[in-house]
């Protein structure tokens, strides 16, 4: 009797696939473990390799971050997870988009786009991966400024950084408190303009302000300095320390890319932190 070894390897394959799933969708480690090692034996690597990754790409974002985390330790998946981030936003950036206005990376790993920022990534994988990576992409159009950044950063920033910025006029002459307060917001304003649309400077000064003497506010308010100048390493303080990062110091490495990266999502100076995050990881990797 012969034996039609093609359509016998087929069934195993496809079995292999079926059991694998069923494994995927129960978080059961051991199954999983004993299926690979089995059916390495009977179907081969290469071929257990290649139905694993097309497995990956058809289930859930949960079910591919569990097995990931489960099969590579949950530390290595999370250097894979910022690693990937990273690329994400140096594409995006790179083709013109604005963290926040078009695009959203939370620190959970979660992933808001438009539809442009959505086009752009898929046009940067191969077109079996495409299918899959859509799938895990909320489209959104990130139309509100401040929940965008909040939620990006996981944190309620404004909330944060108006407390910060009051306990920091308390300790400013009023002239200083006048400059400090103008370079922060040209920066916040110059970041994100549609800031301006919902009215955040004159909230943020008013309930910065709130808790100073009635004359200090107004010798604030009526500083004559229209080119107001503030060091922006305090600045940079303040806005990574509203998104609980520690606090950066003059001998410390101020241009470190993760915080420069988080800076550049809520705040602009004389140049894009962007454009310096992307500069410094060419050179890196040249």
Request: glycine fraction near 4%; proline fraction near 4%.
């Amino acid at each position: 009797m012969k034996i039609n070894l093609f359509k016998r390897n087929k069934n195993q394959v496809t079995a292999t696939k079926r059991q694998l799933i069923e494994a995927l969708r129960r978080r059961d480690t051991a199954a999983i473990h004993n299926l690979t090692m089995r059916s390495q034996n009977i179907i081969g690597e290469e071929k257990l390799t290649e139905i694993v990754n097309e497995v990956l790409c058809e289930c859930d974002a949960e079910s591919y971050s569990w097995f990931f985390a489960s099969f590579v330790g949950q530390f290595r998946y999370q250097q894979m997870q910022q690693a990937a981030q990273n690329n994400v936003f140096h594409i995006l950036v790179n083709a013109g988009l604005e963290p926040g206005k078009d695009f959203s990376l939370g620190l959970d790993g979660e992933m808001i786009v438009s539809d442009r920022a959505k086009q752009i990534l898929l046009n940067h994988l191969p077109q079996e991966q495409r299918r899959f990576f859509e799938a895990q992409l909320q489209v959104s159009q990130v139309a509100d400024p401040i929940v965008a950044i909040e939620k990006q950063l996981g944190c309620p920033f404004y909330t944060n950084l108006t407390e910060i910025a009051a306990c920091q006029v308390q300790e400013l002459n009023n002239p200083q408190a006048a400059a400090y307060l103008g370079v922060l917001l040209a920066g916040l304003v110059k970041r994100h303009p549609a800031l301006q649309d919902v009215d955040f400077p004159t909230k943020f000064i008013v309930n910065t302000l709130q808790g100073l003497p009635q004359q200090r506010v107004t010798a604030i308010l009526n500083d004559p300095e229209t080119d107001p100048q503030f060091d922006e390493v305090i600045i940079f303080q303040d806005l990574l320390a509203a998104m609980a990062e520690p606090e950066m110091s003059e001998t410390e490495d101020c241009n470190s890319l993760e915080q420069l990266k988080k800076l550049d999502t809520v705040w602009c100076g004389e140049y894009r932190l962007a454009e310096i995050v992307a500069s410094l990881e060419e050179l890196s990797r040249e």
